[in-house]
Structures are given as structure tokens and as C-alpha cells.
């Protein structure tokens, strides 16, 4: 009996043994303890498309839905959820939409280094009519006035009904922001019949204005381009600082005499004579 009693109690001093150790063993894996630590994830922030990534908006034959189509990021791994157009407060008479999306593009871990064509739909509780639907802060705007339906017309600079073609200060803004003008550009002289157009336009080089050490900020440089009148306003075809009329009539020859016959050569050193354009 004693020799009985013995070997129990060895057995089962044995087998808290073994159960302590496999305790411990489950406590160690619980804890994670010589595992490999999981990736971190990352972060999906919402974002919005700026101006010049909104490609453009098409109607819907109901005239109410619009199809808005905007740049978004892309790469080897999803990189794009939630993309979403919203109506805002209407304001006036404008149709104001935001466009979000969230993306891990922030981090460049995350490979959403390139960008593809992504298209976002919204309904509007009424049909959009004459009136503006701009996307975004600052906005892209566009319109279903003289548009190409069911793509809707992106306005410019000067809004969606630019002044009219003509020999007027407003014009002639239009013209230099046709040609992407550097800031700060002078108109220096206008030559204009209503159909034709020559501008002189200048710009500020050299040592930065409001330098203490430069008072006029010249040089300057200049260019002449020659416009022809469109329905959207003036359209440049030509530029050069020769004088006369041999090259822009080389290249239109319905360009008028009587606009370039008295035009000399431009100077690179021009002072301007008008304010800056804004």
C-alpha cells in the first residue's frame, strides 16, 4: 500500500509538473513573446481634389445628374475608398458640390505615388438649368450655357460669360491671361479694330521688386502677340518683337496693314506706360 500511495503521489506531482510548463508555454504565446511583430497600418486621411485635378462634369439626360470626373492617387495597392460627391448649400445662383475621397497617399510608404481618372456622381433635387455648379474650394465652374452637353463647359479666369470681344480694358485683360503671362505684366500699347488685335505686353526681370537697392525694378522683357476675335474672347495666334507687318502676315495674311504697318521692333528694355495687370 505504501509503495502504491508513493507512486501516486509522484504521478501526480508529475503531472502539475508538465501542466505548469504548459501553462506557461500558453501564456508565453498569448503575450506574443518571440512572435513577429504585425505591420503597421497605414493611415487613410479624407482628402479633396484640387482645381486643376477636376477633369470635367457631364449631365445627365434627367438634367439633374451630374457625373463629375477628378484625378485621384493610384499605385500597386488600393488607394482610393469613399470617393463621394456631395451638394452643399446652394448659394445664389450657383450649384456648389464637394468632392472627398480617403486615400493613404500621405505616406509614401504607401506606393499612391501615380494618379488615375476616378468618377464621382451626385444627384441635384433639381435640374441644374442656367445656373453655375462649381466643385470644389477654389472652385472649378461649370456650365450648361453653350456646352457641348452632355459635358458641361469649363469656365475660365473671367467666369463663364467673359467680357465681350472688343477693344476695351476688360478685353484686353482676357488677352494677356490667354497667353500665361508671367505676374506682374504690363500692358505697354494696344492696337484693335474689334476682330484684330496687337498687344504689346512687358514684365519685371532681375532683382526682386521692393529690394531697397532697386528702385524701378528693370530690366524689363516684352512680347508682342497678334489675336484674332472668338466667341470666348481674344484668341493669340502669333507672337514676335519684330516690327512691321512681313511676319504676322506671313503667318495670317488677313492680318490687317493698317494694325501692324507703324509697329517698330521691340525693345528686351521696355518701360511700361498702363498699370500692371492684376
Not at 450657383?94 to 472627398?100: E, F, K, L, R, S
Not at 512687358?202 to 508682342?224: F, I, K, M, Q, Y
Amino acid at each position: 500500500m505504501r509503495s502504491g500511495s508513493t507512486r501516486g503521489a509522484a504521478l501526480a506531482a508529475l503531472l502539475c509538473a508538465v501542466a505548469v510548463l504548459l501553462l506557461g508555454a500558453c501564456g508565453t504565446q498569448v503575450a506574443g513573446r518571440g512572435s513577429p511583430p504585425s505591420a503597421t497600418a497605414l493611415p487613410w486621411t479624407l482628402s479633396a481634389p484640387t482645381r486643376s485635378q477636376i477633369n470635367g462634369a457631364e449631365l445627365g439626360t434627367d438634367r439633374r445628374t451630374v457625373t463629375i470626373a477628378v484625378d485621384v492617387p493610384s499605385g500597386p495597392n488600393p488607394c482610393v475608398r469613399d470617393l463621394k460627391a456631395k451638394l452643399t448649400e446652394p448659394v445664389s445662383n450657383t450649384v456648389p458640390v464637394q468632392v472627398t475621397f480617403t486615400s493613404p497617399s500621405g505616406d509614401q510608404s504607401s506606393g499612391c505615388t501615380k494618379s488615375t481618372t476616378a468618377k464621382a456622381r451626385v444627384k441635384l433635387p433639381e435640374p441644374l438649368g442656367d445656373r453655375e455648379l462649381v466643385v470644389g474650394y477654389p472652385g472649378a465652374v461649370f456650365t450648361a450655357d453653350d456646352a457641348h452637353l452632355p459635358h458641361l463647359r469649363l469656365c475660365g479666369d473671367l467666369g463663364c460669360t467673359p467680357p465681350a470681344t472688343g477693344c476695351t480694358t476688360a478685353s484686353y485683360e482676357q488677352a494677356v491671361k490667354a497667353v500665361d503671362s508671367p505676374a506682374h505684366t504690363y500692358r505697354d500699347a494696344e492696337h484693335c479694330d474689334g476682330k484684330w488685335l496687337v498687344l504689346d505686353i512687358s514684365w519685371p526681370t532681375g532683382p526682386v521688386c521692393g529690394d531697397p537697392e532697386n528702385d524701378t525694378c528693370a530690366p524689363h522683357l516684352g512680347d508682342r502677340w497678334f489675336y484674332q476675335a472668338e466667341k470666348a474672347g481674344w484668341k493669340p495666334f502669333f507672337r514676335t518683337s519684330a516690327g512691321g507687318c512681313q511676319d504676322v502676315q506671313d503667318r495670317e495674311p488677313a492680318f490687317p496693314t493698317a494694325l501692324c504697318a507703324s509697329l517698330e521692333p521691340l525693345s528686351p528694355s521696355l518701360h511700361p506706360t498702363h498699370s500692371p495687370s492684376p
